[in-house]
T-cell receptor, first 116, second 111 residues
Framework: GAGVSQSPSNKVTEKGKDVELRCDPISGHTALYWYRQRLGQGLEFLIYFQGNSAPDKSGLPSDRFSAERTGESVSTLTIQRTQQEDSAVYLC??????????????FGPGTRLTVT | QKEVEQDPGPLSVPEGAIVSLNCTYSNSAFQYFMWYRQYSRKGPELLMYTYSSGNKEDGRFTAQVDKSSKYISLFIRDSQPSDSATYLCAMNFQGAQKLVFGQGTRLTINP
């Protein structure tokens, strides 16, 4: 079946502009995550959504970052007033809520953001 | 000190060799351990998933967890050029959802 999809695949923006990144999770997966991966680094957790529960925003690096999710489907990550240090690959993942596989996260291809 | 430490490499081995990739961690509360493979310009792909201590085998891959030493390993037997990728270890706590990742080890298998 279809995996996690993300758009755009690449985004180049000028410092100070706002950007919006989109994620479509695997159908039926109730949990959705955003991570950031800087060049040559591991993934940093940003935010987690589970159904109608309040999201876990503990990984968001500043108030310039926000994310929304509509029900159990699409999510958008918004970065306002982008800075050069925001340049990274932004990865979205989803997982099933129940059963032994609930900790297994499946990733999309990422959005490569470059702030000039 | 990072919660999860992983040697970034790069690691280069000949085709057919046994590869050993490792991570150490500092928090004994971690319960679930995963290995992801990431090809260049792609998202991470889940390879192995283990709970608590012990070994788990899947084809040419074996994941090993030693909770007493806070050390996990991934072994790749009969390595192939198609195994060339970055390998990321990840772990999380019981009841938690966010994964904590190592830096990733870049592996090249030479034909």
């Amino acid at each position: 079946g279809a995996g996690v999809s993300q758009s755009p695949s690449n985004k180049v923006t000028e410092k100070g502009k706002d950007v919006e990144l989109r994620c479509d999770p695997i159908s039926g997966h109730t949990a959705l995550y955003w991570y950031r991966q800087r060049l040559g680094q591991g993934l940093e957790f940003l935010i987690y959504f589970q159904g109608n529960s309040a999201p876990d925003k503990s990984g968001l690096p500043s108030d310039r970052f926000s994310a929304e999710r509509t029900g159990e489907s699409v999510s958008t990550l918004t970065i306002q007033r982008t800075q050069q240090e925001d340049s990274a690959v932004y990865l979205c993942a989803s997982s099933a809520r129940q059963g032994g596989r609930r900790y297994e996260q499946y990733f999309g291809p990422g959005t490569r953001l470059t702030v000039t | 000190q990072k919660e999860v430490e992983q040697d970034p490499g790069p690691l280069s081995v000949p085709e057919g060799a046994i590869v050993s990739l490792n991570c150490t961690y500092s928090n004994s509360a971690f319960q679930y351990f995963m290995w992801y493979r990431q090809y260049s310009r792609k998202g991470p792909e889940l390879l192995m998933y283990t709970y608590s201590s012990g070994n788990k085998e899947d084809g040419r891959f074996t994941a090993q967890v030693d909770k007493s030493s806070k050390y996990i390993s991934l072994f790749i037997r009969d390595s192939q050029p198609s195994d060339s990728a970055t390998y990321l270890c990840a772990m999380n706590f019981q009841g938690a959802q966010k994964l904590v990742f190592g830096q990733g080890t870049r592996l090249t298998i030479n034909p």
